[in-house]
């Protein structure tokens, strides 16, 4: 992990545009590290994290209809009941 100052962030902003690995920023005067800042991961998070089970793995295009779904699904098995959406 590299460290840099906030001056040098000042002075060229273009580090942060170019990021690739985590990088610490430390303020000199009190000689504390003041934040790391982490590079924005383009790929999907999915298959990293579901190993041999990505191919298992569905992925969900309406989060919110997905929660409702689910939240459904278990009222129906709690208490044995079908809750609708009220208009």
């Known amino acids: 992990m590299e460290s840099i100052s906030v001056g040098e962030i000042q002075k060229n902003i273009a580090l942060l545009t170019k990021l ?6 430390v303020d000199k005067r009190k000689n504390k ?6 590079p924005i991961q383009e790929e999907s998070v999915i298959d ?7 191919k ?3 992925k969900v295009e ?12 278990a ?5 044995g009941v079908d809750i609708h959406k009220k208009c």
């Not at 309406?62 to 699904?73: H, M, P, S, V």
């Open 62 to 73: 309406g989060l919110e209809q997905a929660k409702e779904q689910a939240f459904r699904e």
């Open 75 to 79: 009222m129906r098995e709690k208490y």
């Open 33 to 38: 590290r003041v934040a790391v800042i982490y």
């Open 48 to 54: 990293s994290l579901a190993g041999k089970y990505h």
């Open 20 to 25: 690739t690995e985590a990088i610490t920023i």
């Open 56 to 58: 298992h793995v569905q």
